[in-house]
């Protein structure tokens, strides 16, 4: 009896072994690549955190199409590192590193205005940085905005919204915002409170950021019909990166244990949608799109509200009025 118990767990063990195995080759047939083979050479690159993970990963790509990559990023001692780095892998010492805390509205102008000043072109704007406050507490800026939503929204919004007019007049161009599926967990928001002056539900910032984004993004699109400036957004799969780090609760306990099993995307993968988003041939008119893993897919229901996009690209503004 003893020994058939254990053949029954040995062979429970050996099966769902296989079925990891086998669910490892499925995921890694179906992570999307990039597939161009598209250059970009004399265009100028704009990546917002791109020292670390899948930004990282992107200003290499693109590098390599001998893009000139502004490296726009917090911790300017490791981006110098990596901007070395990136220089010896691809021979392009187009690669340039530029500070950018676009958590401080103040700072995203500043950014905008030397570059504006600095550069002739701006061909694509990759949107990347972002954070996942592991606080159970609201956090708030000097500028006395709640953490998640200037660093995931408006702070990316206020750089696009300055960015803007070089962008058309280097026409044909892209805007990249890297969002998240996690924007799914938003299926409402309240349009008086996006600062969180109100609410203490902490649970929720990161996933309403990211359906901010999308929702935005898709007004953008609509006004910038004819200007030959497109925007898209994008979910760049579970990625094994440091934003997951400090997080808590259930979610992070899940996440955590994608990661440990090996199931999450690397960062190389990670940014492949990315990429696909900023050079591919077949996105040349494609605008206001929801991508992953390198294809167009829907976005929440929520996100999808043209009236409601409209509301919170104007009430965004407003917040950046005095900016």
Avoid: W
Avoid at 124 to 132: E, P, S, T
Avoid at 135 to 162: A, C, H, K, M, W
Avoid at 231 to 257: A, E, Q, R, W, Y
Wanted: charged share 25%.
């Amino acid at each position: 009896m003893f020994c058939l118990i254990c053949y029954f767990i040995l062979y429970t063990v050996v099966i769902l072994f296989i079925l990891y195995l086998l669910f490892l080759a499925y995921l890694k047939l179906t992570t999307g690549k990039c597939v161009s083979d598209a250059k970009l050479d004399n265009k100028t690159v704009v990546i917002t955190g791109a020292d670390k993970g899948i930004g990282y990963e992107t200003a290499l790509d693109l590098a390599r199409r001998n893009a000139k990559v502004i490296m726009a990023c917090r911790d300017l001692e490791n981006a110098k590192k990596m901007a070395e780095k990136i220089k010896s892998e691809t021979g392009n010492k187009e690669v340039y590193v530029r500070y950018l805390d676009v958590s401080n509205l103040a700072g995203v102008r500043k950014f905008a205005t030397d570059f504006l000043k600095d550069e002739k072109r701006l061909d694509v704007l990759i949107n990347n940085a972002g954070m996942l406050s592991a606080s159970q507490d609201i956090v708030r800026t000097s500028e006395g905005f709640e953490i998640t939503f200037v660093t995931n929204y408006l702070g990316p919004f206020f750089l696009t919204s300055l960015l803007l007019d070089r962008l058309k007049k280097c026409a044909p161009s892209r805007i990249v915002n890297v969002s998240s599926m996690v924007h799914t967990s938003t299926t409402e928001t309240d349009l008086k409170d996006l600062n969180s002056e109100h609410s203490k539900n902490v649970k929720m910032l990161y996933s309403r950021s990211k359906a901010l984004q999308i929702l935005s993004t898709k007004e953008l699109s609509r006004q910038l019909e004819g200007t030959g400036v497109t925007v898209n957004c994008l979910h760049p799969g579970i990625v094994d990166t440091n934003i997951f780090s400090k997080m808590k609760g259930l979610f992070s306990v899940i996440v955590k244990i994608i990661i440990f099993l090996k199931l999450a995307k690397t960062s190389k993968d990670g940014a492949q949608t990315s990429i696909y988003a900023a050079v591919d041939e077949n996105l040349k008119n494609v605008s206001g799109q929801y991508l992953s893993d390198c294809r167009i897919t829907a976005s929440s229901k929520l996100t999808q509200d043209m009236a409601l996009a409209k509301k919170v690209f104007d009430i965004s503004e407003d917040y950046l009025g005095k900016f």
